[in-house]
């Protein structure tokens, strides 16, 4: 097998063959400058691991540089020891996660099956090549099938013939990924060498840091004040149906208790919620919200996932839950990812709101929500002196004077600017607009 193999799947047994027969040894490797490149590589992989839960996507392919593929191989031996001085649970999933993903998309473009199979094998997968894909005996693809909660995994929706399980590369690779993941949340941490410890500890220091950032983060008061109108539309229907006095399913009140929990509400707050049930029963609600909430129990149960809720027919999705990152994953995979976008947003939002007379300012909050990049211009802009000086009597005075093709609807407190929906960078347009005209609004007094 090549060293562009090994460095896009150094999970295989060949991969760490290779590094024993033909790699440093772990002194070298730990100590010397002509592996300086591969520590650094292994450090941003871990550092991108606890930040990002996936991996810079990197072209790794025969035409690649012995070296480049030399320290991408050893980034990932440096950042499992690395994971391994930390001893954190939460670091080790976080790189298990990120490392299984990272893998997925290389072999769901891999124009090798044999390379898939062989990939499916070190991760204790059964799959053969047949034709353009592959297949599974049904045993075998529910061993991590039944992991995926989203209902294109049922058995019941994939072709079967003869008890073996028909599967393209995207499936195969989904399995994989699975797989991989829980492989590596088994293994690791391992025991290290007081030595291999001293030798790692400078590196520690940014990785513990971005671990406690990270951890801090969804943490139930990292939320500030709990903010229900900025909840996803999931939660928010769950939440309707309490308070109309719905009967809402098990899934539904566990998805909603665990939520609700985890931006702060206190389970006194929660039981009030569930009070309007028509089947409440205090003791019983108590005892439930408080064990699912870590009150009476030793832990503290986590929000269901989004393809876990569709699965039980509670999504409810809109256009920021379909949002994508850069390297096409979701970025919404939880209630709790969509609220903080949307807290975030709101951070920002309601200044502009302040200085910028908007009908419906959650239209504007929906839009930074959406996209990181409008975000942070729409954030330097609210803190700029010139914004601070805009008056919303000026903006308006100056949209009628200048005929700026904008809605403005008359109300009993006021004219206000109607956003369009389909516009996200409509008030950036509208304040650049205004400054450039209104030259002594930007400078100031």
């Excluded at 460095?7 to 070298?28: C, I, K, M, N, T």
């Excluded at 005892?287 to 876990?308: A, M, R």
């Excluded at 509208?430 to 450039?436: M, N, Q, R």
Aim: include cysteine.
């Amino acid at each position: 097998m090549n060293l562009a193999a090994l460095a896009r799947y150094p999970f295989l047994p060949e991969a760490g063959a290779w590094v024993a027969q033909e790699g440093p040894s772990l002194e070298d490797l730990l100590a010397e400058r002509v592996y300086a490149g591969a520590r650094a590589r292994g450090r941003e992989r871990l550092l991108a691991a606890i930040e990002q839960g996936e991996l810079p996507a990197t072209a790794l392919a025969e035409a690649s540089g012995p070296r480049e593929l030399l320290e991408e191989l050893l980034a990932y031996v440096y950042a499992r020891i690395l994971v391994c001085a930390m001893d954190d649970p939460y670091v080790v999933r976080r790189h298990a996660l990120a490392e299984a993903v990272r893998a997925r998309g290389f072999l769901a473009v891999e124009r090798d099956p044999a390379l898939l199979a062989r990939a499916a094998e070190a991760v204790g997968l059964a799959f053969e090549p047949e034709g353009a894909g592959f297949r599974a005996h049904f045993t075998e693809y529910l061993r991590y099938a039944v992991h995926l909660k989203d209902v294109e995994w049922k058995l019941v929706r994939q072709p079967l013939s003869r008890g073996f399980v028909q599967m393209d590369a995207a499936t195969a690779s989904r399995l994989v990924q699975e797989a991989l993941r829980r492989r590596i949340e088994a293994e690791l941490p391992k025991p290290l060498a007081e030595e291999v410890e001293e030798a790692v500890a400078g590196d520690l220091a940014p990785l513990l840091e971005a671990a406690r950032v990270r951890k801090e983060a969804i943490r139930p008061e990292a939320f500030g004040a709990v903010q229900l109108d900025l909840i996803p539309p999931c939660m928010a229907n769950l939440l309707a149906e309490l308070q109309q006095g719905k009967n809402v399913a098990h899934n539904g009140r566990f998805a909603i208790t665990t939520f609700l929990h985890k931006i702060g509400l206190s389970s006194e707050d929660i039981m009030k919620l569930f009070a309007q049930a028509p089947d409440f029963r205090e003791d019983l609600t108590r005892y439930q919200v408080e064990h699912i909430t870590g009150v009476t129990s030793s832990t503290v149960y986590n929000v269901p996932g989004c393809d876990n809720l569709q699965t039980f027919s509670l999504c409810y999705a809109d256009d920021l839950c379909r949002t994508k990152t850069k390297a096409g994953m979701p970025r919404v995979r939880y209630p709790g990812d969509y609220y903080r976008y949307m807290v975030e947003a709101q951070a920002v939002s309601g200044p502009i709101a302040q200085r910028v007379p908007l009908d419906d300012p959650k239209v504007l909050t929906m839009h930074l929500a959406k996209s990181y990049g409008l975000l942070m211009r729409a954030k330097e802009m609210a803190e700029s002196p010139a914004f601070q000086r805009v008056e919303p009597e000026a903006v308006l005075a100056w949209v009628a004077e200048a005929k700026i093709p904008v809605k403005v609807k008359a109300g009993e407190k006021g004219s206000s600017i109607v956003m369009e929906p389909d516009d996200p960078w409509q008030v950036l347009r509208l304040v650049e607009g205004f400054l450039a005209a209104r030259p002594a609004a930007k400078r100031g007094p």
